[in-house]
């Protein structure tokens, strides 16, 4: 039972890590193709600089701040408290990561309500979400990152 729990909450963690790191930033096309072919002994051999995946120089830094002191760090905080009392919790969460790292939109329970309901309660947990963010920036002195929706539809 420990193993499965460590196992479930390890790749939680790592897709709950790596599903913003994937879909923040798209990568840098060269517009020429011999460019975009870096081959691993050229890197090693310090022939060529390695591929830059992220437009800026700290994206990681500007992301990982906006995790920190915004809404990400309430929304893991309640995803890995969901998975400790209520473990089939977990596989939602990676299946929904899979689905939305394919490209479409997740499968989420608020879904089913109406619009007036559905607002109600995503601006709840939006609340209870940022209140780790803002404690944090409050203690660290820097501003609340502001989560700003993208509409889909």
């Known amino acids: 039972m420990k193993n499965s729990l460590g196992l479930v909450l390890f790749f939680f963690l790592l897709s709950s890590c790596l599903h913003p790191l994937y879909l923040a930033n798209e990568p840098e096309r060269e517009s020429s193709s011999d460019k975009s072919i870096v081959y691993m002994s050229s890197l090693f051999r310090g022939e060529t600089e390695p591929p830059k995946f992220f437009k800026g120089d700290n994206s990681l830094k500007s992301m990982g701040q906006k995790w920190f002191f915004g809404r990400g760090l309430g929304k893991t905080s309640l995803n890995v408290t969901g998975v400790l009392l209520f473990s089939p919790y977990g596989i939602y969460l990676l ?51 502001e989560s700003r929706k993208i509409d889909d539809d």
């Open 95 to 145: 299946a929904n990561t899979g689905i939305e790292l394919l490209g479409f939109r997740g499968v989420y329970i608020t879904d089913l309500l109406p619009e007036d309901s559905r607002r109600y309660v995503q601006n709840a947990y939006g609340v209870v979400c940022d209140v780790p963010g803002r404690f944090t920036a409050f203690v660290a002195g820097v501003n609340f990152e």
